[in-house]
């Protein structure tokens, strides 16, 4: 996965997603809440990490979707989660 098709993931599906900081504005990961209708499409974009790891990090169940920490997720593929978490591709109603 590259930065520009996860940015392309988020933007065309207007995925909803929120940054998770120490307080100080120092950002230490990301959650992107994923939709049940778009789990396919997203393990699909992230299946060589989910082939190489023996794990997955936390997510939680939601009603209409699933919340999951893709800080990792970015690393592995060396992403920079500011690059491509800009306001620009922020769609979550605060």
């Given at each position: 996965?590259?930065?520009?098709e996860l940015r392309n993931f988020i933007k065309d599906n207007k995925v909803e997603w929120s940054f998770i900081d120490v307080g100080d504005g120092c950002v230490i990961d990301v959650i992107m809440f994923i939709e049940f209708n778009l789990l396919p499409a997203f393990l699909h974009l992230?299946?060589?990490?989910?082939?190489?790891?023996?794990?997955?990090?936390?997510?939680?169940?939601?009603?209409n979707c699933i919340a999951v920490n893709v800080g990792e997720v970015c690393e592995f593929y060396d992403i920079e989660i500011e690059r491509v978490f800009t306001?620009?591709?922020n769609f979550t109603n605060n």
């Open positions: 996965m590259t930065e520009l992230i299946s060589n990490y989910l082939n190489t790891c023996e794990y997955v990090d936390e997510c939680c169940l939601r009603t306001e620009d591709l």
